[in-house]
C-alpha cells in the first residue's frame, strides 16, 4: 500500500511560472486536502475536498487552485508562482469526521 | 475563527520524565482534537484522537485530556525516551468541514 503519493519532491520555479504538484492516495478515501508549512506558522489548510467534484476553500486559498476529478487523485495548481509561496507543501487524506489524516512526504517548493 | 494555540517554545526535559505538551482552543468546543508526531523532514503522523464527550484516552506511553472548560487538551509522554524528540501538533475540525486545522506545534527534545 503506497498511501498518499506526492511528487515531485523538490521544485524551484521563477516568479511567473506555473505548475501543479500531484497528489494520490490508494486508501480509498473520500476527503483530501492540501496544507502548506512554514516555519514558525504551523500547517495551514490551503483547499480541502470531501468527494470527486467537490472542493472548497481553506484557510489560505489565494493564489492556488484544485480539482477532483476521481477520487484518487487530488492536484494543487500555482497559476502564477510568487515568492511567498515557497514552503513546503503537505497533501493528505481521511475517511471523514475525526479520522486519521494521512500525510504525504511533502513537496519542497522554491520560487524565485 | 477556530484556532488552535501551542506553545512556539521548544520543550526540554530529561529521558525517563513525564512530558506535558499543552494545546488550546478558541471559540466553541471542536468535536474533536487530534494530536500528530512530526519528525524533521516528514510528514506528521497521527498519535491520538479525543472526542468532545471523552475526558481522556490512552495508547501506550501516550496520554491526551479534554477539558471543556479550560478549552484545553494536554497530551503527556510518559517515561520519555530521546527518541520521543520531535514535534507535537495538535489539530481540531476547521470550520464546518470535517478536515483539521493545526496549530503550530511544540518542539519536544528528551536529553539522555
Redesign the interface.
Known sequence: NAG?TQTPKFQVLKTGQSMTLQCAQDMNHE?M?W?RQDP??????IH?S?GAGIT?Q??VPNGYNVSRSTTEDFPLRLLSAAPSQTSVY?C?S?N???????????TRLSVL | SQKIEQNSEALNIQEGKTATLTCNYTNYSPAYLQWYRQDPGRGPVFLLLIRENEKEKRKERLKVTFDTTLKQSLFHITASQPADSATYLCAREWGGSYIPTFGRGTSLIVHP
Open positions: 498518499v476527503y486536502s496544507y514558525g506558522m504551523g500547517l495551514r489548510l480541502y470531501v472548497d481553506g484557510e503537505f493528505a481521511s471523514g469526521q475525526g479520522d486519521i489524516q494521512y500525510f504525504g512526504a511533502g
